[in-house]
Structure formats: structure tokens, C-alpha cells
């Protein structure tokens, strides 16, 4: 790896702003507690889920709706492995094991189907939830006759960590994939895939070793978030909605930055965690007009709003930028 | 008659009988994705207004809800036109490529479905509703169907047919047909590309419009209905190969058959039974069974 690279003041300043970042989040149980735990532990689980679906879809240009698959999934294996009652291993373990699980499905996905092209992966994708969710469903009902599965309870503040965890893990993989050689194959990919392939990159290996790493945060945070819910179903742990969140989440925060897709999520899992439990209608409405208008007006999300208002307020100057 | 010809005979007719709806379902969405490319997540909902509207019209205002399949059609083929003018011809132009329209339609359209899923729950309420019409039983050849069904049936096929013809014959038909060949080559030979993207989305409004008036009178109606249909919709149009009408008319009938023969063994099996086809066909013909 080149050393030089990290010398540059392109990356100490927002290094060290993270490091600060960092430092005041894995502090902020000592300070606030409480509630503001609860909510900062839904605002990481979304940027995970964001920032792994950006992993994957920014770069390559392929639209992935297994977002709650891979969830679902790692919720899934929370709940067999940390039953209520009788709990072998260890939180950590069971993390580790829901993330590795979801990878397997994506690697099996990804083999099978990242050879389709546009719409149609998005729609198999999509697909993918609504087909593990009815067969779970069946299952549950006709043969283990089990309606819903309680979840070993863990206090608020080690869910956090671990959620911090794996947010600082899924950041740090982001960074330095784009980085990487790697990234940039995955980059050439989504800007041509023949031209990709004739310059001697080997892209189904490719997309899918990125594919099955980006599902691994997922399956990891899912994990997580069953010792959260402490009760589930297959309709519980398999909502399509949330593999429609990452995506708008990523686009109203705006996927040219690094920093687009955390703010994107940060923004509307607050909004949801102050909305949804007292007028359910309203945000889903406000979500869906949310939507419609970031796609008319602001194609870049919020954060592309950054430089274009400074531009308008330097008067020009920097028109460069 | 021996038993097992009863039953066969039965899953059969029942088969094509949801398969009609699917049909009508499908060639909406059908003229919305493989004309306009939009691939409208929202469909459902479509379905939903024309059925909750039908529900009222015949509850408050007691309107025969065959007389409200014309009432209600035009007014969600406005909706449907002006919509597709105001806000994906918006975006058709904005985008630099039709993998990115595609994208962000798609996007735009799940932002419509949270939209007119949530005023319907404001408007009408979360419960179940439904009323009875024509809910009596017709007996062909041993098998016994409500009236309502086959009702729907005959509407599914002839609103298909005209449909069909309708592309053949006209003027507008073969600007529909030439802009679903190539809109670009169309526009340069003088078709209203704009305009005619719009009636093709405000058709397929109109027809989920219609089967939403015509499912309202079997079904219990919920505000959260319509992505179910919008699913089936999306599995039938890749079943009978994008942009084909008659592959997805076709197809609606093939998979109302496959539904019916599943739920015959396995009921809670149907939905996953409709996905591993769809998932399979995807990976071996994803060009669809009449797919050029």
C-alpha cells in the first residue's frame, strides 16, 4: 500500500475530524444516556445499511433492493442463536455469524445473477425478500409451529457499542475500498462493463466479492438489532420497506461524498424516531413527498446542496471547485 | 361426472377467472414499463383509489358499480396523463441515460406509492371494507362460481380485446406501438413522444383503475392492497416479456392458473410458488415467454 498517500492533507484533516467524531459518539453513554442512546443506536443502524448499499450500488451502477433480505437474515440468525432462554454463544460470536450467513446468501445471489443487467437485478433482488419472507412464513407456520421468536435481552448501551463497532467497521471498508484497486475496478465496472472486462479486470469476481462484503454489515447490524426488537417474525425481520430506505437515504444524502449517505440517514432515522409513533401517516406521506422532490430537484442530495450554495454565496469565485 | 375431472375442471376455471384480473393489471403496467419506462411501483395503489372510490360511490351515493367503472376510469386516466406530464416527463428529460430514468422513476413512483397509500389512510381508514354485489352463485358444468367472478372475467377479456384492436387499427394505437419500438426514431417522424409516453401511462392508470372497480366486488379493501397486485403485475409482464400487451394478457391467464393449482395444495404457498417461477425465469429466459 502507498504510505505517501496518508501523509497528504487531503486525508489528516477529515481523519482527525472523525477521530473527534468518534471519540464524543463512544463517549455519549457516559454523557446523555437514555433515550438519546436508544436513538443514536436507529441512527447507526441506518447509516450502516445506507453506506453498505452505497458500498456496492454507487460504484457499479446496479441498483440492489437486498437490502432487507440481507437484514432479515442476519435478524434470523440472532434469533436462533441468542434465544431468550439456554444462550450458548457469545453476542459477539452470533454478530460475526449473521454477517458471514448473509454474505453466503449474497455470494449465492450475486453467482447466480449479477449477469442481469439494470431493472432486472433491482427487480430479482426485490424478489429475493418477498421469496425468503413467504417460504419463512410457511415454514413457521406448517412445520416448526413457531409464530414468533423471543431474543435474548441486552442492555442499551452494549448495543450500542457493538452497532458503533460495526459502523466504524463498515466506514473503514468504505474508505478504503474506494481507495483500493479494488474500488476502482468496481468503478470501471459501472461506467463500462465490456470496456472493464477487455482491460483485464475479472468482474463477476468482482461484483460479487463486493456484493457479498457490503451484505456483511448488513447481516452483522441485523444481528444486533434482534437483541433490539427481543421479538420477531418473518414479517418483522423481512420488511421490504427497508430495502427502499437505504436507497433514499443514500440519494437525499447524496452518494458523491463519503459523508452524503451518514447524513442522509442520520436526517431520517431521527425524523422516524420522532414521527412515526404519533402520526405514522403523516411520515410516511412527508416520506414519500420527500422523495419525489429530491428526485426532481436535487439529483446530488443534500450534500451536493453544500458546494453549490457556497459557490452562490462566494459570488463565483470558486467556480472551479 | 368422476371427481377428479370436478376438481380439475374447478382449478381451471378458477384459474382463468384470477387470471383475468392479473391480465388487466399486467397490460397496464405493462404499457407503463415497456412503453414508458416506468417501472410504477405504485400501480397498486391505482387499484386501490378505483376500488376504494367504487366502495363509496356504491355505499354513500349508491351507484351500480358497473356504471362506476366509467366514472371512475377517465378520472384516474387524468390523473394517470397529468401525472406522467408534471413529473416523469421531468425526469425523462433530466436524465443523461434510460438506465438512469429508469432508476430514478422507479424511485419516484415508490415515493408515489407512500403518497396515495398514506391520504387513503387518512381519507378512509385503516379497517377492511367491503360491500356485496352480485353475490350469488352460477353453476357451470358441476362447478359453482359467484357471479361477481365471472363478471370480472368478461370485463378482464373484452376491456383486453378492445384494448388490443384499439393498438391495431388506430392512429394513436400505432404511435403507442412505434414509441414502445424506439421513442427516439419515433419522435423524429413526428409523434408527440411527450404526449404519447402520457396516454400510455394514463391507460395503464386507467386499467388498474378498472380492475380496482372490479376487484372491489369480491375482495375486502384495505389501503395497504395494492402492492400485492403491484408484485403479480410486475411478475406477469417479465412472464410474458416486457413491452409484449398480448405476452402480458397471456401471461396474467398462465399465472392465474399456476395460483390456482398451487393454492389447491398448498394455500400459503401461492405468493412463493408466483416468485421461484418469476426468480427462475429471470435466470433462464429473462426475455420473457414471448419475449422477442
Known sequence: ?321 | MPESIVTILDIAIGGLLLGGIYALIAMGLSLQYGVARVLNIAHGEFIMIGAFSTFTLYTVLGINPLVCLAIVGPIIFIIGFLLHQTLFTRLRIAAPNPGAYEASSLLAAFGLLFVIQNLALLGWGADFRAYSYLNFGVNIWGAIFSANKLVILGFAVGIGVAFYLFLIRTRLGKAIRSAAQDPQTASLMGVNINRVLSICFGFGALMAGIAGVLISMRVPLNPAMGLQYTLIAIIVIVLGGLGSIPGSFIGGFILGIIGEVVTHFEPSLSLAAYYFIFMLLLLVRPKGIFGK
Request: glycine share 10%; net charge positive.
Open chain 1, 1 to 321: 500500500m502507498d504510505i505517501t498517500r496518508f501523509k497528504s492533507k487531503g486525508f489528516f484533516i477529515p481523519g482527525l475530524i472523525s477521530l473527534v467524531l468518534l471519540i464524543l459518539l463512544a463517549t455519549l453513554p457516559l454523557s446523555l444516556g437514555g433515550y438519546t442512546v436508544v436513538l443514536v443506536t436507529t441512527i447507526l443502524m441506518y447509516a450502516i445499511l445506507t453506506v453498505s448499499w452505497v458500498l456496492f450500488s454507487g460504484p457499479s451502477g446496479y441498483m440492489s433492493l437486498a437490502s432487507a433480505a440481507f437484514f432479515g437474515v442476519g435478524i434470523y440468525i440472532g434469533a436462533l442463536l441468542l434465544p431468550n432462554t439456554g444462550q450458548v454463544l457469545p453476542l459477539l460470536v452470533v454478530v460475526v455469524l449473521g454477517g458471514l450467513a448473509s454474505s453466503i446468501v449474497a455470494l449465492g445471489v450475486g453467482a447466480l445473477t449479477l449477469r442481469l443487467r439494470g431493472i432486472y437485478f433491482a427487480i430479482f433482488t426485490f424478489g429475493l425478500v418477498v421469496l425468503i419472507l413467504e417460504v419463512l412464513n410457511w415454514w413457521e407456520h406448517t412445520v416448526s409451529h413457531i409464530r414468533g421468536r423471543f431474543v435474548m435481552v441486552v442492555d442499551n448501551e452494549t448495543i450500542f457499542y457493538v452497532m458503533l463497532a460495526i459502523f466504524v467497521a463498515t466506514m473503514l471498508t468504505f474508505f478504503f475500498l474506494r481507495r483500493s484497486k479494488f474500488g476502482l475496478a468496481l468503478q470501471s465496472i459501472g461506467q463500462n462493463e465490456e470496456a472493464a472486462a477487455h482491460s483485464g479486470v475479472n468482474v463477476t469476481m468482482v461484483k460479487v466479492l463486493t456484493f457479498a462484503l457490503s451484505a456483511f454489515f448488513v447481516g452483522a447490524a441485523g444481528v444486533v438489532w434482534a437483541t433490539r426488537l427481543t421479538y420477531i417474525d418473518p414479517y418483522i425481520a423481512f420488511n421490504f420497506f427497508l430495502s427502499f430506505l437505504p436507497v433514499l437515504m443514500a440519494i437525499f444524502g447524496g452518494i458523491g461524498q463519503i459523508y452524503g449517505p451518514v447524513v442522509g440517514a442520520a436526517i431520517f432515522a431521527y425524523l422516524q424516531e420522532t414521527l412515526q409513533t404519533e402520526f405514522p401517516e403523516v411520515y410516511m406521506l412527508t416520506f414519500g413527498i420527500v422523495l419525489v422532490v429530491v428526485i426532481l430537484y436535487l439529483p446530488n442530495g443534500i450534500v451536493g446542496l453544500i458546494p453549490k450554495l457556497w459557490r452562490r454565496i462566494s459570488g463565483g469565485q470558486h467556480a472551479n471547485t
